[in-house]
């Protein structure tokens, strides 16, 4: 596996991470808020448009409450949509911060969920494939070294270097050698195919043979050992 997926890995895990501390801050501040805040009746006065990047709009409810002391409140939901999910002068309930009357929100799903299940849901999805990547490829790494150190060589008889179109790596398909032998534990002709390599050898490897190292003890790990011709990585 080729040591760029541990960086696109390691930036993906991050970049989740990220993501999903953003989710958690603002699913705590919310909840500390609604154990902490007090109850009130609040109107909907007006819809706040925001332009986004694509020329389209949202509207965000700009909303007016009344605290305990009867001083009057404005403050816009801190979610947009189109179309508006609130209509002008409709009541809606609200949560505020006594000691701090100006930090509220509406009293609602959308309002109160809504940006931590987002951050979270990108952080938790960012973080699963970045960490996917990282894991398989240091299980790789670890699997080759092992093979490295203590595998069994045998050798195969060069079939194909081709052309692996389902992985690209910044806008380059990389090669894979494959060979084919009868493996020594199981006794039956076997495919061992490379890690991806980014020349093609056709040249150098047609009618010989390629050295594979094996593990006799699991038949499918295995690692095409091509460096007489290209370098580790």
């Keep these: 596996m080729p040591r760029i997926f541990a960086w696109i890995g390691a930036a993906f895990l991050a970049f989740g991470l990220v993501f999903a501390a953003v989710g958690l801050w603002a699913w705590a501040g919310?909840?500390?808020?609604?154990?902490?805040?007090?109850?009130a009746s609040g109107t909907v006065i007006d819809l706040s448009r925001r332009y986004d990047s694509d020329s389209g709009s949202t509207y965000r409810p700009?909303?007016?409450?009344?605290?305990a002391k009867g001083t009057r409140h404005e403050f816009v939901g801190s979610v947009g949509s189109s179309p508006p999910a609130y209509s002008?002068?409709?009541?809606v309930s609200v949560?505020?911060?006594?000691?701090?009357?100006?930090?509220?929100?509406?009293?609602?799903?959308?309002?109160?969920?809504?940006?931590?299940?987002?951050f979270g849901g990108m952080g938790g999805v960012f973080?699963?494939?970045?960490?996917?990547?990282?894991?398989?490829?240091?299980?790789?790494?670890?699997?080759?070294?092992?093979?490295?150190?203590?595998?069994v060589p045998i050798s195969a008889k060069f079939v194909e270097c081709y052309r692996d179109t389902s992985t690209r790596?910044?806008?380059?398909?990389?090669?894979?050698v494959v060979g084919q032998a009868t493996h020594p534990t199981t006794g039956k002709l076997q495919s061992f195919k490379s890690d991806a390599?980014?020349?093609?050898?056709?040249?150098?490897?047609?009618?010989?043979?390629?050295?594979?190292l094996i593990d006799p003890a699991r038949p499918k790990q295995h690692f095409v050992d091509l460096s007489d011709y290209v370098e580790a990585g």
């Design 127 to 151: 973080a699963v494939l970045g960490g996917g990547l990282l894991f398989f490829f240091i299980r790789r790494r670890r699997i080759v070294a092992r093979l490295k150190d203590s595998g």
């Design 30 to 39: 919310d909840r500390a808020l609604a154990e902490a805040g007090t109850q």
């Design 88 to 91: 002008r002068g409709e009541t």
């Design 95 to 118: 949560i505020y911060d006594p000691a701090a009357p100006g930090r509220a929100m509406i009293d609602g799903f959308l309002d109160r969920y809504f940006l931590p299940l987002v």
């Design 62 to 67: 700009v909303v007016e409450f009344h605290d």
């Design 169 to 176: 790596v910044n806008g380059r398909y990389p090669w894979r």
């Design 197 to 212: 390599i980014w020349v093609d050898l056709s040249e150098q490897l047609r009618g010989g043979d390629i050295r594979v």
